[in-house]
């Protein structure tokens, strides 16, 4: 079933007309990723500490969804690629986000929550229960908390959960293809069989983390977001959110622009960087 579930993703995501730039058919997304995490993995219940305790569990944007009658069993949890003409398109920029990163972002995001859905449906149409936090009716996102902006439920530590990628010094997530993505999950009563985390710590993917060296997307900040000692997140959500929409959505004809100059033309941007030879052996 593990195999028919991705199977099932990666379908979706190169066959929907949805998932492509109208005027010329390119994709939004490459190939998914796609990873499955245990909901009684105790991990959920440390997010409550480590975010906030508005962060839900499994179990608990299950019972919202469906009642006390049915019981989370697995996250299914996916990452969208960015393709290489967007990202290369990005890492000329230094201020704004390119047109085609700026439409991923707003399009291709409605795209991931049409891929929710999709997920739901199948999972119903196979006789189970099945529910995406993110398009639940009290997701909520709080734009001022005592991490910054945060939601009931976050994407990228479910895919953290899965197996699909570790953290990074500007808070995003270094998957096997790299920090330029979307990501996505539903929570199911399906049993699935939890993916391996194969990373021996929440931030081995990132070089700064690793073995103190990179760094890069420290510079590629248009606000110095990002130092040494991480990302301020409401230095970030303030140009994200206002600055970049304000200069260039309506230009670009979307409502979100993002930003990603961070997550290309960094050593991380398509891949797991390599680093020096002792710190890939120390990769299990």
């Known amino acids: 079933m593990e195999e028919r579930i991705r199977t099932m993703i990666c379908r979706f995501v190169e066959e929907s007309p ?6 010329n058919g390119d994709p939004y997304f490459d190939e998914p990723l796609v ?22 569990t499994p179990h608990e944007v299950m019972e919202i969804g469906f009642g006390t009658g049915v019981r989370a069993a697995t996250v299914i949890s996916w990452i969208l690629p960015i393709t290489q003409p967007t990202r290369e398109s990005n890492r000329r920029e230094t201020l704004y986000p390119s047109a085609a990163w700026a ?22 149409e196979q006789g189970h229960h099945a529910v995406a936090p993110q398009l639940e009716t009290t997701w909520r996102e ?6 910054g902006r945060a939601s009931t439920w976050s994407e990228r530590h479910a895919a953290y959960a899965a197996g699909l990628g570790t953290f990074s010094l500007n808070d995003a997530l270094i998957t096997p293809r790299g920090i330029a993505h979307r990501c996505g999950s ?10 391996p ?12 983390y690793r073995e103190k060296s990179c760094g890069a997307c420290i510079g590629r900040c248009p606000v110095g977001a990002i130092s040494p000692q991480g990302h301020n997140k409401d230095i970030c959500s303030h140009y994200v959110y206002g600055t970049a929409v304000t200069a260039v959505a309506e230009r670009f004809g979307v409502t979100h622009t993002g930003c990603g100059l961070c997550q290309t ?13 002792k710190a890939g052996r120390a990769r299990p």
């Open 142 to 147: 709080y734009a001022d908390t005592p991490i």
């Open 35 to 56: 990873g499955y995490a245990s909901a009684d993995d105790p991990l959920f219940g440390d997010y409550k500490q480590i975010i906030g305790e508005f962060h839900r």
């Open 265 to 277: 033309k960094v050593p991380c941007e398509g891949s797991i960087p390599v680093g020096s030879a």
């Open 197 to 208: 985390r194969p990373y021996p710590d929440h931030y081995h993917n990132c070089l700064y």
């Open 18 to 23: 949805a998932g492509r730039f109208p005027e």
């Open 103 to 124: 439409r991923t972002r707003n399009f291709g995001e409605q795209f991931n929550a049409a891929l929710r859905r999709h997920v739901t449906e199948w999972l119903a």
């Open 186 to 195: 539903v929570i199911t009563d399906l049993l699935l069989e939890p993916s």
